[in-house]
């Protein structure tokens, strides 16, 4: 597929700026294609995932496919933090996972692979597409080790008793990111300073074991583990080069996590990292940033109790994705209300071509041209997309559009290709997309009304032969699923209860 015409501009964290996105491919032939590749931190599986993990996940996913439906070839990489995440973020406390496993008395790695199974189960609730491939940062440890020798031998870490350490005064470019000074980033994290650090703003490449820790590994240093921050400088070299295209992740990870990456990723290479910076921001719950310790904290698990997950979908796609997103009840009613427009106007879509004289044909055929009302919001969707992945505007088009859709139908004598345009319109902003689909994907709910003529066919049929029995029962058994069905002058019309 050729790159579809587009005037993409991204917000890049790195210079602060929303600039023209140009891969750093150049286009491939035979078709035109250029490569992008993509690295989003991922979860660190200890836990089931929350409402920040959603936010930030159905974020990139719509960027994913964005990049896709332009023409790029997207590699997309998400790691799996499954050993070194500690308890501080920093360099001391407990690793994360290990801690679990302790209080449930099961291994490490039982716990890496309980919730990396409940991420995953949540994500596809959430419709987002499994990244291209999800690296396990101790399924890496062979690749981390090599980088800390390179940092090593580049004369940017030093070693003290196992200990590995990078060496920040080293390396001057450190804060271009987060464009804070080393002062102040020492002072803002307030962690407990090692004491056998040569300067306070030095971060652990490696960690010597402690007697007891499970996840260890031997190394030039010794038993030990890798800090959190390496796996990700090495993963994303490993499966996308050392210089990138794209690399995403929540904006509270932009210090220290980030920076670090970057300091690991160029002094080993001494070439740049990734080209573009992309932040999501962060959820609050009553205006409140949410937290296990502040008793607001809320699992996916939770949400899908009540909200269906299309609906905690849209309400995150609502808003831009470098904003923060306050979750409540009432959004979430508010979003529910939109969902239902959007998918309403495609059912209705459906049930009037299902009724068309001659009947329909399925798949349902793409139109040869769009009428006006369709090729503007399709227009305007694309330019909201383009400036920087503006969601907020982007479905705004669509409720424009879903309006303007309804009264045609209301009004106008319609034609099939008019009713197929709308239809597409739908599936391709909606579905592919912004990944809004009903509770199976439109693509097979366009069968319902066909399935259901082929039982009002058979009930015909029943009742021809004075079969009456058949013919009732398969009328009492649509009206059980909630299928009503009308006998009429003009035939057998159905309807949803
Ligand atoms: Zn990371």
Not at 93 to 122: C, L, N, W
Not at 202 to 224: V, Y
Not at 345 to 351: D, F, I
Request: charged share 25%; hydrophobic share 40%.
């Amino acid at each position: 597929m050729t790159l579809r015409p587009n005037n993409l501009h991204v917000y890049n964290t790195l210079t602060r700026s929303k600039v023209r996105f140009e891969p750093l491919a150049p286009p491939a032939p035979p078709a035109n294609r250029r490569a992008v590749g993509m690295y989003v931190c991922g979860p660190t599986v200890y836990g089931d995932a929350h409402i920040g993990h959603a936010k930030s996940y159905v974020s990139f996913d719509v960027i994913v496919r964005y990049l896709r439906y332009l023409g790029y070839n997207v590699r997309y990489v998400q790691n799996i933090t499954d050993v070194g995440h500690l308890t501080d973020d920093a360099d001391q406390g407990e690793d994360k996972v290990e801690k679990k496993a302790r209080a449930e008395r099961i291994h490490p790695m039982q716990v890496a692979e309980k919730f990396t199974r409940s991420y995953f189960e949540d994500m596809d609730r959430l419709n987002v597409l499994r990244p291209d491939i999800s690296p396990r940062a101790s399924g890496h440890i062979i690749e981390q080790i090599e980088l800390v020798k390179r940092i090593i031998e580049r004369g940017h870490a030093y070693e003290v008793g196992g200990n590995v350490y990078f060496d920040v005064a080293s390396w001057p470019q450190y804060g271009r990111l987060s464009g804070r000074s080393v002062d102040e980033m020492v002072a803002g994290a307030r962690v407990e300073v090692a004491a056998d650090k040569r300067a306070p703003a030095d971060f652990a490449l490696w960690k010597r074991a402690e007697p007891g820790h499970i996840m260890q590994w031997p190394s030039p240093w010794g038993m030990g583990y890798p800090g959190w921050h390496l796996e990700c400088s090495a993963m994303s070299m490993k499966y996308l080069g050392e210089s990138f295209d794209i690399h995403g992740g929540g904006i509270e990870n932009q210090f220290p996590h980030h920076e670090d990456e970057i300091a690991q990723a160029e002094a080993a290479t001494g070439k740049p990292f990734a080209k573009y910076w992309i932040h999501n921001n962060m959820v609050t719950v009553g205006g409140q940033k949410m937290g296990k310790s502040l008793g607001n904290f809320i699992t996916l698990k939770d949400v899908f109790q009540k909200w269906d997950p299309m609906v905690l979908r849209l309400f995150i796609l609502q808003s831009h994705y470098r904003s923060p997103l306050d979750f409540s009840d009432e959004a979430l009613g508010a979003a529910k209300e939109g969902l239902a427009r959007i998918l309403g106007l495609s059912e209705r879509v459906v049930r009037v071509l299902m009724q068309w004289p001659g009947g329909q044909s399925y798949p349902i055929p793409r139109p040869s041209d769009d009428r006006p009302f369709v090729v503007e919001a399709r227009r305007r969707f694309g330019e909201a997309m383009d400036d920087d992945f503006n969601t907020p505007l982007a479905i705004a088009a669509i409720f424009d559009f879903v309006r303007e859709a309804n009264r045609s139908i209301e009004t106008q004598t319609l034609s099939r290709d008019f009713l197929h345009s709308i239809y597409y319109a739908l599936f391709d902003l909606c579905e592919e997309l912004l990944g809004l689909r009903a509770g199976t994907s439109a693509a097979a709910s366009q069968y319902v009304p066909a399935l259901v003529q082929i039982l009002i066919d058979l009930r015909n049929e029943a009742r021809a032969a004075k079969n009456f029995a058949q013919a009732d029962a398969i009328r009492k058994r649509l009206d059980e699923i909630g299928i009503i069905l009308e006998d009429t002058k003009e035939g057998t019309k159905w309807r949803f209860k």
